[in-house]
C-alpha cells in the first residue's frame, strides 16, 4: 500500500524560500504519477503539481508556475516542491497523494482521483 511522508514546513517570511519533500513508499515509483496539493481549513483542497515519474513530466497549476518547482530523487523515491517568492496566501497544510495512472492528467487536479494522502507539512507565511 502506497505511503507519503510530506516534511520541510514552517514559518517564512513573505519573499521566502522552502522546499517541501514528499517520501513514498509501498509501491512501483515508475508505475504512477504524484501530485501536490494544498488545503486551508475550511476551504477545499488545491492541486498544484503532478509528476509522472516513469519519464518526469510535469503538470503545473497556473496559479503558482511561476514560483513553484517540482523535481524528484528517484534513489530516493522523493519528490520535492520548491517554492519562491512566498506569499501569506500560500499559508496552507501541504500534502502528496499518488494519481491513479503513471501519466498525469493534462487539464486540472482532481481530488478524487489521487490516494494514499501523506499527514501533510504546514506552511505559514508571515512577517
Known amino acids: 500500500q502506497a505511503h507519503f511522508v510530506e516534511s520541510g514546513g514552517g514559518l517564512v517570511q513573505p519573499g521566502g524560500s522552502l522546499r517541501l519533500s514528499c517520501v513514498a513508499s509501498g509501491f512501483r515509483w515508475g508505475d504512477y504519477a504524484i501530485g501536490w496539493f494544498r488545503q486551508v481549513p475550511g476551504k477545499e483542497r488545491e492541486g498544484i503539481s503532478c509528476m509522472a515519474m516513469y519519464d518526469g513530466s510535469i503538470y503545473m497549476e497556473d496559479s503558482v508556475q511561476d514560483r513553484f518547482t517540482m523535481s524528484r530523487d528517484n534513489a530516493k523515491k522523493t519528490v520535492y516542491l520548491q517554492m519562491d517568492n512566498l506569499k501569506p496566501e500560500d499559508t496552507a497544510t501541504y500534502y502528496c497523494?499518488?494519481?491513479?495512472?503513471?501519466?498525469?492528467?493534462?487539464?486540472?487536479?482532481?481530488?478524487?482521483?489521487?490516494?494514499?494522502w501523506g499527514r501533510g507539512t504546514q506552511v505559514t507565511v508571515s512577517s
Open positions: 497523494a499518488k494519481y491513479g495512472l503513471h501519466i498525469c492528467a493534462g487539464f486540472g487536479m482532481v481530488v478524487a482521483d489521487y490516494d494514499s
